[in-house]
């Protein structure tokens, strides 16, 4: 039996590549049901202020259909509290690049208080959108 039975993450997931996947099949390893949150593009431009490459609707059916993922869900807030509210997990996972963090040793905090564990995945080193993003430019620009 794995050892938690509803675990939630949440990401971006923009320009999708081997790190989000890892993150979503080492999250899956260790919980029965996976709930995968994908910010809406309204949230990401709120906070990284910046519009997504792909849109909301594409990157969750783009999620949606990989097979360590039990179900999708719009994210409109950051707030993991509000989310547990409302999906209800025992675990949370994120990548460990977050670790140390003051937003996240708030958010370890907060989600002691309501018996849900914080899981930090190792991350993938060298992978991320942005870089990805980068690289392509460069690409063009050559």
């Known amino acids: 039996m794995k050892k938690y039975k509803i675990g939630y993450t949440q990401g971006v997931y923009d320009m999708f590549h081997i790190g989000h996947l890892n993150i979503l099949n080492n999250a899956k390893a260790q919980c029965e049901h996976l709930v995968v949150g994908v910010n809406a593009d309204s949230l990401v431009e709120s906070y990284k202020h910046k519009t997504p490459v792909i849109r909301e609707a594409d990157r969750m059916e783009i999620v949606r259909n990989i097979k360590a993922v039990d179900s999708v869900v719009l994210a409109t807030t950051l707030d993991k509290k509000a989310q547990h509210e409302k999906i209800g997990f025992d675990a949370i996972f994120i990548g460990s690049d977050w670790k140390g963090t003051p937003r996240w040793e708030s958010t370890v905090e907060e989600m002691k208080e309501l018996g849900v564990d914080v899981v930090f995945l ?3 080193d060298g992978v991320t959108s942005t870089i990805l993003r980068t690289i392509e430019k460069d ?4």
Do not use: E, G, L, R
């Open 122 to 124: 190792p991350h993938t």
């Open 139 to 142: 690409k063009v620009s050559d």
